[in-house]
């Protein structure tokens, strides 16, 4: 009966510990989660948002604020992230912030289909004229294609706009003419509903408004609301990272050359090791953005000139033209659209990174000279033009004390005393072929008659 007793007393224990635990996430709904998207509009960023957005539904948040600050991005990622903001069962806000964000091109998008949308001050929103990308930067469209593709993207925003109540002739001018508007003038406008200096006084501002939801229609009340961050994944945070045109290009040409120097040092391992990984993320990188192929395949075509001179006996001449190349390339890699400013590579970070691709190649190029021109120190080679003394005379053969060793010689018929200084010509087997160079050395005793040097 003491044995049952204990396990009764341990399961109702353990009854009540599930059931306290549990307390926490039914009221885990008295939240506001807040994503935070700052950057290009790209697929990295729309798995972040989906993954926000289902995080909040899981654990029932009373809404959803994603503060932005983009430039824009990629199409095809701003609308899965629109699908999913007006799917969402919590409501979403967007929050243009902190000051000094933009809202521009996709995140226009973005903005209008939301429930709500706000503005930090002294931030502005607008710019939201579409532009074709393709592999050599943006292309260029007959007059009917664009008008297809502006009125496309019109008549989206104008839907966003219907669905949310905001101001639809305004976001056609920022599409047709690529206005931009602060945030009290957006105030005005009706294109956001509120101006809030961070994100407790959105919640403050929001609290009390219905918005539609895919459920139905609710009444928010989220003044005071705890807040959650929802942060980025390690994982997302480095993919959203790379795809920066300018770490892109820095993974291309870094990684490339972590490749060249584990092929001139074989069995360094980390380098290649790091340059494959390096290789293989700018790829991925590169797959999201607008790049031009032929300056990738310039860029390729540079590095197999370093490499290739640090083999072959062109004296620099590869790596000269494997400088140009890379210039070429990387001048054209990203040509883009003066709309598009933030898929532009600085013409600084070129001049830096062909700076140090030209002075490692130098380096590298360098020492592989020195070595193909120095004298060899190991094997039969090495003996050639090391002077000996003759240790047994040569008529023609003989011994000579050569490189601390007793070796059999020839000369050219000549006949070669002992103690005279000889010069290696060349090796025939285990036997060297000489000529003098210095006749034996006299020493001079002390009376005056010269006799022949001992030597060891």
Known sequence: MHVLRLLAAAWLGCLLLAVTAGSPAAAAGDYAAVARLDGVINPPAASYVDRAIASAEKDGAAVLVLQLDTPGGLDSSMRLIVQRILASAVPVIVYVAPAGARDASAGVYITYSAQLAAMAPNTNIGSATPVSLGQNGEQQMSDEMRNKVTNDAVAYIRGLAAERGRNADWAEDAVRQAVNVPAQDALQLGVVN????????????????????????????????????????????????????????????????????????????????????????????????????????????????????????????????????????????????????????????????????????????????????????????????????VRAALAPDGLVFVAGELWSARSDGETIPVGAIVEVLAVDGLRLRVRQVAPPAIATPPHGRPTPALRA
Request: hydrophobic share 55%; glycine share 10%.
């Open 194 to 389: 509120y101006v809030a200096a961070d994100v407790p006084d959105l919640l403050r501002q929001a609290d009390g408004a219905r918005v539609a939801t895919p459920s139905g229609e609710v009444t928010l009340h989220t003044a005071g609301l705890p807040v959650r961050a929802v942060e980025m994944q390690p994982q997302e945070r480095l993919l959203h990272a790379i795809t920066d045109p300018t770490i892109a290009y820095l993974l291309l040409s870094l990684g490339s050359l972590a490749l060249i120097y584990e092929l001139a040092n074989p069995g360094a391992i980390l380098p290649g090791v790091a340059g494959g990984l390096a290789l293989l993320l700018a790829l991925y990188a590169l797959g999201t953005l607008p790049v031009n192929l032929a300056g990738v395949l310039l860029i390729l075509f540079a590095m197999g000139l370093f490499a290739f001179d640090l083999v072959a006996p062109t004296h620099g001449a590869a790596t000269v033209g494997g400088v140009a190349a890379f210039v070429l390339g990387s001048a054209i890699l990203y040509n883009t659209p003066e709309s598009a400013p933030y898929l532009a590579l600085a013409p600084q970070v070129i001049a830096l990174v062909t700076l140090f691709l030209s002075l490692f190649f130098g380096a590298l190029l360098g020492t592989a000279l020195r070595t193909q021109y120095r004298r060899p120190v190991t094997g039969r080679e090495h003996l050639l033009g090391l002077r000996g003394e």
